[in-house]
C-alpha cells in the first residue's frame, strides 16, 4: 500500500514538473514565432535590388579573384561583426 502510494507521488510529481517545464517551452515558441513574422515583414530595400544589378557590371578577372580571396564571406564576417557591435553597445552596463 505505503509503495502505491509513493509511486502515485512520484507520477504526479513527474506530471507536475512536465507540465512546468512545457509551458515556458512553447511560450518561448510562440514568442519566436511571433518575432520570426515580424521581421519576415519587413520590406525588402530597394537598394538590395540595385546592388544585384551593380554586380553584373563586375568584370569576370575580377570576379574570379574576388571568389578566389572569399571576398564575399570576408564582407559578411564584417557586416555581423558590426551588426554584433552595434547590438553589444545597445546593451544597458556593457556596451
Do not use: K
Not at 530597394?46 to 579573384?65: K, M
Amino acid at each position: 500500500m505505503l509503495d502505491t502510494i509513493r509511486q502515485w507521488i512520484v507520477e504526479f510529481t513527474d506530471w507536475l514538473l512536465e507540465i512546468l517545464l512545457w509551458l515556458p517551452r512553447e511560450l518561448f515558441a510562440l514568442f519566436m514565432d511571433a518575432l520570426a513574422s515580424l521581421v519576415e515583414s519587413i520590406p525588402v530595400p530597394d537598394f538590395v535590388n540595385q546592388a544585384a544589378g551593380a554586380f553584373g557590371s563586375i568584370p569576370s578577372n575580377v570576379l574570379f579573384f574576388a571568389h578566389y580571396f572569399a571576398v564575399s564571406e570576408g564582407i559578411a564576417f564584417v557586416l555581423a561583426a558590426y551588426l554584433i557591435r552595434f547590438i553589444i553597445r545597445r546593451i544597458p552596463l556593457i556596451g
